[in-house]
């Protein structure tokens, strides 16, 4: 059996909190079994999760409480008996609902039944319990929200023109997005993910292209919330235009109403932009909503990773609760410049875009959103050997 290297992680010049980090070794899947990492000084063990990959195994762990400038060397032990999944993916195929369980509550469900327009995730349970997104229209039983936009389902993907198909609204003569099956759907100790792939169809239900859709939920500490969200498309019928329009996205996500600006919520963006007259068509590389649910300050950030087309993104957020990440409304967001947004995507090719969404207590300073998207982007320096 393969010797397992050592590993150093450095912190950098940033505090690291519920951060997660990958790294590949070069040790086949197959001869690595259940694993945990063990901090060289302390013996402290932190838990990890490992998958198969191009040169090895790629091993994920998240780390808490690794301050600036601080290095940790880690070995990796062999697990007799396999961590517990304390991220649980249950799929209830009858309602068409993927369920999300953190600690063996629930975090929010994928619905992807045929009955729905597309698909979406809802609730998104905050800390404290709370919903940070609209129940409405899902769930009518809730008392003081807004009905407006009925399209506008917690958290979703969408586009308003991909051609002449409107796959953003619900009016008549709107497309659809069509589940077909999940890829894979995994549970773990510090994280779980499904890939699904779905097609985007017209209004007659006929194919316009593909998406894969992969989402990953991280099992962080102290009510906080972490998922990453990646589309990528791909254009197996013809080319397909995204036209410049306000009116999509790609990733969207609709607040609890009682954070709606006119509620005394507030939006932030990551120049300090605030609310909708300071951020609406705005690029920056994230975006926070956050207000009073239940007597209790929360907060919701959408950020923008560097790799995506167009980094960073424009932002379709307003006063009424929206908050799109939609990189092609150039003509609505400057329409002195005379330039118009619209992006092809050629038949064959494949465009991927990624974004991670933080649940956090209070606004952007209390939740520090900023240091979160550091995570992201520039997480940990980890070497081998």
Known sequence: MAALPKLTVSAGEHDRVNCPVSVVIPVPY??????????AKTGASLACQVEPCRGGTR???LFTGLKAGETRKLSIRRLKVPAI?????VDAPKDGRLDVMLSGKRFTSYHYGSKWVRPFLHPIVGPYAARVTRNWPIDRSVPGETHDHHHHKSLWVAHGECDDVNNWNEEPGHGYQRHRFFLSVASGPVYGEFKAKLDWCDAKDCKRFEEIRHMRFYAVTGGEKLFDVSVSFRMTEKQ??????KEGGLLSIRVASAMDVSRGGRIENAYGGVNERETWGKSAP?????????????????????TNPRYPTGWHVRNYGLMTANCFAW??????AKVKGDMAFPKNSTTSWRYRIYVHKGDVAKGKVRNRFIDYIAPPGITVG
């Open 286 to 306: 994230w975006c926070d909503y956050s207000g009073m649910v239940d007597g209790r300050h929360v907060g919701i950030a959408m950020m923008d990773h560097e």
């Open 240 to 245: 397909v235009v995204f036209r410049d329009t």
């Open 30 to 39: 197959g001869e690595l079994g259940s694993v945990a990492l063990a901090d």
């Open 85 to 89: 999944d304390r991220v649980r993916l």
């Open 59 to 61: 091993v994920t762990c």
């Open 331 to 336: 003509s609505h967001y400057r329409p002195e």
